[in-house]
């Protein structure tokens, strides 16, 4: 449902917690009000993803020495701590 999840966030790393709460709260919504999620909807990801490949073996060299799962967990914390649904 919410394809900037789905890949590379091209922004600056200081708006991911705000798109990432966008989302949690737009899905939360979404749900209350009892919308349904379409087939169609993978579909057309699929699609998207063979018209607009996604870098896969690009080595970013300015990166830390820091694991996806340890940035993953303290933005997770982060937004945990600051926006709490």
């Known amino acids: 449902r919410w394809r900037i999840l789905l ?3 091209d922004i600056n790393h200081v708006f991911v917690p705000n798109i ?3 989302c ?3 899905q ?3 749900e209350s009000k009892k919308e349904q999620f379409l087939q169609q ?4 990801i699929v699609e998207a993803e063979f018209i ?3 870098p896969i073996n690009i080595i970013n060299r300015q990166r830390d020495d820091i694991s996806g799962s340890t ?3 303290h ?3 982060y937004l945990c701590n600051n926006y709490p649904l």
């Open 41 to 44: 909807w993978l579909n057309d």
């Open 52 to 54: 607009y490949p996604q």
């Open 24 to 26: 949690c709260i737009l």
């Open 71 to 73: 940035i993953r967990q």
């Open 20 to 22: 990432t709460s966008s």
């Open 7 to 9: 890949k590379r966030i």
């Open 75 to 77: 933005l997770t914390d």
């Open 28 to 30: 939360n919504f979404l």
